[in-house]
């Protein structure tokens, strides 16, 4: 079955020590979108990679950065987690063909900062 | 400063009944609405949406309605079942711009 992947589920990281949360996908959809979603919270856009451009949201943090090396792989670095970063993290994947169209999801890295 | 708003965090309804889930938006350039579903330890996934130029769409047992006026869109399921219990999120989108804006989530429980 075609899928968006997350690992891993659960990550538990230092304060300050930098962490990588990766995504895959099957789909081979042209967009990838990070989302940060806390506890009781709507799910944040960080960013989205339409293809090899990057889209960064006007609010998201610089600690938050986004890799995408191909088309099915896509990763995002906190470089100095803080408490305030515990969250879900959501992948989510599109077919590039127009805005608002359906994002496939996937079920999410929760983080976990000590 | 929330665009999308699911004022009630929990619903509970009675199999066989209809559930209502309500969902308010401010931001009038919001053209496309969806609705996605939540199961517990999963990522969303997609259940309906509607184009602005709509006022319904029915699929099954879900339908959505839109009111562009009154800026209020409102997801009926029916009849309701056991494994319709999730959370479910309103989202929004605004014309030529990939960002959805999500509402908070509605926590459905459907009593056997």
């Known amino acids: 079955d075609a899928m968006v992947i997350q690992n891993p589920r659960y990550q538990v990281t230092q304060f300050g020590k930098p962490v990588t949360l990766s995504c895959s996908q099957t789909?081979?959809?042209?967009?990838m979108y990070w989302y940060q979603q806390k506890s009781s919270q709507a799910p944040k856009l960080l960013f989205h990679?339409?293809?090899?451009?990057?889209?960064n949201e006007a609010d998201t943090p610089d600690n938050f950065q986004s890799r995408r090396p191909n088309t099915s792989f896509c990763f995002l670095d906190i470089r100095s987690p803080g408490l305030g970063d515990a969250a879900m993290y959501l992948c989510?994947?599109?077919?590039?063909?127009?805005?608002?169209?359906?994002?496939?999801f996937g079920p999410g890295t929760r983080l976990l900062v000590l | 400063d929330q665009q999308v708003k699911q004022n009630s965090p929990s619903l509970s309804v009675q199999e066989g009944r209809i559930s209502i889930l309500n969902c308010d938006y401010t931001?009038?350039?919001?053209?496309?609405f969806l609705w996605y579903k939540k199961y517990p330890a999963e990522g969303p996934t997609f259940l309906i949406s509607?184009?602005?130029?709509?006022d319904k769409n029915e699929d099954g047992r879900f339908t959505v309605f839109l009111n562009k006026s009154a800026k209020h869109l409102s997801l009926h399921i029916v009849p309701s079942q056991p494994g319709d219990s999730a959370v479910y999120f309103c989202?929004?989108?605004?014309?030529?711009?990939?960002?959805?804006?999500f509402g908070k989530g509605t926590k459905l429980s459907v009593i056997p």
């Open positions: 990679y339409y293809d090899k451009d990057f889209n």
């Open positions: 509607i184009s602005s130029i709509k």
């Open positions: 789909l081979n959809h042209n967009v």
């Open positions: 989202a929004a989108n605004e014309a030529g711009s990939y960002q959805l804006t």
């Open positions: 931001n009038s350039m919001f053209d496309y």
């Open positions: 989510a994947t599109s077919r590039g063909g127009t805005p608002g169209e359906t994002q496939y």
